[in-house]
C-alpha cells in the first residue's frame, strides 16, 4: 500500500513540475507564437484569405453621407450681406471598393488601382437626390476669382460670356445633378475650344469624376521582408513625392494608402497616409484607448495642426498660400479653382470663419474625424472621414455676377466616408484575434495552476505517507516491546 502511494506521489509530483514548466514555457513563448500568426495573417498574401480578402475587397458596409448647405438668401448675399445657410441631408450612397490589375513584384511590393463606385440608398437618406438646393456656382464664383489678376477686358469678356449662357452666382439644381453632373452650354462650349480648361469633359458635379473613377496606380510594400513596412506606400503613380507644394516636407508621400497600417502598434503610434483626394500625406494621433465588440482598440483622431496655417503651424507653410487655420488650399486639384478642404461646420477652425457664415455649429462628436484600429494588426474596425468643401468668393471688378459679394469662404457640403467590420467578418476577426490570443493565455495559467496542484498533492500523499509509516514503525516497536516483556 505504502508502495503504491509513493509511485502516485512520485508520479503526481513529476506531472506537476513538467505541467508547471510547460505553463511557464508558455508564458514567454505563447506571445512569440501569438504575434508570428499576426505577421503571416497581416502580410499581404494571397493565401491569406481573411486579411488579403479584406485588403483586395474591403468586404464591410462602406457609405458615404453626403450633407448640403442650402443657401437661403442668395439675392442678399449679392448685396454684401452674411451669408446664410441650411444644412440638408444626409445623402446617403453605398460605397464599393475593388482593387484591379494587382501585380506582386520581386521586390516585396505590389501594385494596383482602386475603384469606387457609388450607389445612392434612399432608405437610409433623408431626402431623395430630386431635392433641390442652392449652392455657390463654381464655375461662375471660382472662375472670377481666377480671373480677379487678369486685365480688366479679359475680366469683361467672361462676364459677357457668363450672361450670354445665363450663368448666375448661385445654382439652383437637384442633389443627384449637383452630385453626379448636369448639362452647361458653358461647360460644352469650354470643352469644345478650350479643351483641357475643365477637370471634367461631360457633365459638371461636384462629383462627377468619383464615381467608376480610381484613386491612381498604388505601390505598396507585402511586409513579406520586414512587417513593419507592410501597407506602406512605395511608390504613387510612380512618384516616390509629388511637385504640388512649397517645400520637400509637404510633398512626400507618407504611410500608407489610409486603410490599413503595420501590427503592434502603441499609444505613440500615429497612423500616416496619403491621400489622393487632397494631394497630399495626413497623419493622424492617438487619443484614447476602447473596445468594440470585446475587441480592444486605439482611437486616432486628426490633430489641430492637420489644417493649422502656416504661421501658426511652420511646418505646414508649404502648403500656402493659406487663409485661416482650419483651412487646406486643395485648389492644387481643382484645376486652381479657389477652393478649401476642412472639417464640417469649421470645427477646430480658426473662429473668424464661423462669424462669416450664420447657420454652423461645429461639435466634436458630430464633425470630427476618427480611425479605430487594433492596435495588434494595424487593422481598422470603425472609421468615420468627415471633410468639408469651401469655395472662396469675393467680389471681383468687371465681372458683374459679383456684384457687392463680400469677401469669405462659403461651405458648400460636407461628407462622411464611414466603414466598419460587421457580421461573419467581425466574427472571424474577433475569433482568430480575440478568443484564441485569450484561450492561450488563459491556458498558460490553466498548466500553471494544475502544475501546482500536482505538486501540492504529492506533497500531502508524502507527507501523509511518511506518518503513516512513522505510525506503522512505532506499532511494530511496541508490539516487539511488548512481546519481549511477555517472554
Known amino acids: 500500500m505504502a508502495a503504491s502511494v509513493s509511485k502516485i506521489s512520485v508520479g503526481l509530483l513529476v506531472a506537476g513540475i513538467v505541467t508547471a514548466i510547460f505553463g511557464i514555457v508558455l508564458v514567454f513563448v505563447g506571445p512569440i507564437i501569438v504575434d508570428d500568426q499576426i505577421v503571416k495573417n497581416v502580410e499581404i498574401n494571397p493565401k491569406n484569405d481573411l486579411s488579403y480578402t479584406m485588403w483586395k475587397d474591403i468586404p464591410v458596409p462602406f457609405f458615404m453621407s453626403v450633407y448640403f448647405y442650402h443657401v437661403l438668401n442668395p439675392k442678399e448675399i449679392l448685396k454684401g450681406e452674411k451669408p446664410m445657410v441650411e444644412q440638408r441631408g444626409p445623402y446617403v450612397y453605398s460605397e464599393k471598393r475593388q482593387k484591379e490589375n494587382i501585380t506582386f513584384h520581386d521586390n516585396h511590393t505590389v501594385s494596383y488601382r482602386e475603384y469606387r463606385r457609388y450607389f445612392f440608398e434612399e432608405s437610409m437618406s433623408v431626402g431623395n437626390e430630386s431635392d433641390v438646393v442652392t449652392i455657390p456656382n463654381m464655375l461662375v464664383l471660382g472662375a472670377s476669382v481666377m480671373m480677379e489678376d487678369m486685365p480688366l477686358p479679359v475680366r469683361l469678356m467672361l462676364s459677357t460670356a457668363l450672361t450670354l449662357f445665363k450663368e448666375e452666382a448661385f445654382l439652383t439644381k437637384p442633389v443627384g445633378e449637383l452630385m453626379w453632373g448636369y448639362d452647361s452650354k458653358l461647360v460644352d462650349f469650354l470643352n469644345q475650344y478650350l479643351p483641357g480648361m475643365l477637370p471634367t469633359s461631360g457633365k459638371f458635379g461636384l462629383f462627377a469624376e468619383f464615381n467608376n473613377s480610381n484613386t491612381g496606380l498604388f505601390t505598396v510594400f507585402t511586409g513579406k521582408d520586414d512587417i513593419r513596412k507592410v501597407h506602406k506606400v512605395d511608390f504613387w503613380n510612380g512618384l516616390k513625392k509629388v511637385d504640388y507644394w512649397r517645400t520637400e516636407q509637404c510633398n512626400m508621400i507618407n504611410g500608407t494608402a489610409g486603410q490599413m497600417w503595420p501590427p503592434f502598434m502603441t499609444t505613440e503610434s500615429t497612423l500616416p497616409f496619403y491621400s489622393p483626394d487632397a494631394c497630399r500625406s495626413m497623419e493622424l494621433v492617438f487619443q484614447r484607448k476602447g473596445k468594440m465588440k470585446g475587441i480592444p482598440l486605439f482611437r486616432f483622431v486628426a490633430p489641430k495642426t492637420l489644417f493649422a496655417n502656416g504661421t501658426d503651424y511652420p511646418p505646414n507653410e508649404g502648403f500656402c498660400p493659406c487663409r485661416q487655420s482650419g483651412l487646406l488650399n486643395v485648389s492644387i486639384g481643382s484645376m486652381n479653382s479657389p477652393v478649401f478642404m476642412s472639417h464640417p461646420h469649421f470645427y477646430n477652425a480658426d473662429p473668424a470663419l464661423l462669424n462669416t457664415v450664420i447657420g454652423l455649429s461645429p461639435s466634436e462628436e458630430e464633425h470630427g474625424l476618427f480611425i479605430d484600429i487594433h492596435p495588434e494588426t494595424g487593422v481598422p474596425l470603425n472609421v468615420s472621414i468627415k ?24 461651405p458648400m457640403i460636407w461628407f462622411e466616408e464611414r ?69
Open 387 to 410: 471633410l468639408q468643401l469651401n469655395l472662396y468668393i469675393k467680389r471681383v471688378l468687371g465681372i458683374i455676377q459679383t456684384d457687392r459679394i463680400a469677401e469669405v469662404v462659403m
Open 419 to 487: 466603414g466598419y467590420i460587421d457580421g461573419s467578418v467581425l466574427t472571424t476577426f474577433y475569433n482568430n484575434l480575440v478568443v484564441m490570443p485569450a484561450l492561450l493565455e488563459y491556458m498558460q495559467y490553466i498548466f500553471i495552476g494544475l502544475g501546482l496542484l500536482f505538486i501540492l498533492v504529492a506533497v500531502v500523499l508524502r507527507i501523509r505517507e511518511q506518518k503513516v509509516c512513522s505510525e506503522e514503525n512505532d506499532w511494530k516497536g511496541q508490539r516487539m516491546h511488548g512481546m519481549l516483556v511477555s517472554m
